[in-house]
């Protein structure tokens, strides 16, 4: 197991045992997101900083700590849209959706006020874009 690996394992045990507050995030919502490897098939669980909009929208981030490539969670979803959303003390269905254009430089720029280690994601990811998901309940 890797390093990541194990600290997402300690934050998905952090937030469950603490209705889904992770000391390492304080102030942010975090959501432990279940998506359907893209080749295995198998179930994948991360952990994620999400924002949530004005009518309750709930969006993630693909930013990889601005790593130049995208994380494996984003082309799981890709290749299987139908997820697993856990936030707070609910579990519930989902479709990620990609949002792009305006509204995805809208989102991203909130994020980057909300959280600003975003904004060094975005120059340390080079030219690639960082993906804003929108995971819509189904």
Known sequence: MSE???FNQQVIEEFRANEGRVQAFAGATVVLLHTTGAK?????????????G???Q????????GAPTHPHW??????????????GTETFAARAVE????????IW???KELAPGFAEYEKTAGDRIIPVIELQRA
């Open 4 to 6: 990541m690996d194990d």
């Open 40 to 52: 295995s098939g198998a179930e994948r669980i991360n952990p994620l900083v999400a924002q949530t």
């Open 54 to 56: 004005d009518a309750g």
């Open 58 to 65: 709930l969006y993630v981030f693909g930013s990889r700590g």
């Open 74 to 87: 984003y082309l799981n979803l890709v290749a299987h849209p139908e997820v697993t959303v856990e936030v």
């Open 99 to 106: 949002i792009n254009g305006p509204e995805r430089d809208a």
């Open 109 to 111: 720029q909130r994020q």
